[in-house]
């Protein structure tokens, strides 16, 4: 019987392929359209991390004005892409951590602060961009934040999950080099209850 716990060496993968996770998510919010969408038809408001587009309700094209204009969409779209840069960073040294036979324990925490320092950079992107955007972009008919702006959101959750993952790690080191040996549990046959 094959066992893998939450801190086995067999499983040294799932958080790098949490992170990679992370990274995927972090990719279509950068490039996701749906940061800002009209809530029903019709569909007059969209906008992304960098642009904000409007049309008109009988218009097939899209008016569109960049959002780097704005000092706070340059805050919003940097401090989001900081983020995701380190995030990358952090998933290259996961992969090389776990990929040494000797897993070094200091190491593998320094990736979990590093984490946490992504979370803050995403989170901060995240909340000055609805703020922000709510105020100084006139917004037509009902809006709602929308998928790509949620993609945002999930990939700072994961990351932030992997983060505590990672500052605990070092704290099942011998479980997870496997220098601990398996406690087995025996009950003798006198004290067994009898079934009937």
Do not use: H
Not at 23 to 32: N, V
Not at 69 to 79: E, K, M, Q, S
Not at 122 to 131: A, C, D, E, K, R
């Amino acid at each position: 019987m094959v066992v893998c716990g939450l801190a086995c060496w067999r499983c040294r993968w799932l958080l790098p392929l949490l992170l990679g996770l992370a990274i995927i998510m972090g990719i279509i919010a950068l490039a996701g359209r749906g940061w800002l969408e009209s809530e029903s038809e019709p569909y007059v408001q969209q906008a992304s991390l960098w642009e904000s587009c409007t049309r008109g309700e009988a218009d097939l094209n899209w008016n569109c004005e960049s959002l780097m204009d704005y000092g706070w969409g340059r805050a919003a779209a940097a401090t989001y892409l900081v983020g995701f840069v380190i995030l990358v960073i952090c998933f290259a040294l996961a992969v090389i951590a776990f990929s040494i036979e000797i897993l070094r324990f200091n190491f593998v925490r320094g990736i979990g602060g590093l984490l946490f320092v992504v979370a803050a950079f995403q989170i901060i992107g995240l909340v000055i961009y609805p703020v922000k955007f709510t105020e100084d972009i006139p917004l037509t008919g009902d809006n709602m934040f929308s998928w790509a702006y949620g993609f945002g959101w999930a990939s700072t959750v994961v990351v932030i999950g992997c983060a505590f993952f990672f500052c605990c790690l070092p704290n099942w080191e011998d479980e997870v080099l496997g220098n601990i040996k398996p406690t087995y549990y025996y009950s003798s046959p006198e004290r067994a209850p009898y079934l009937n």
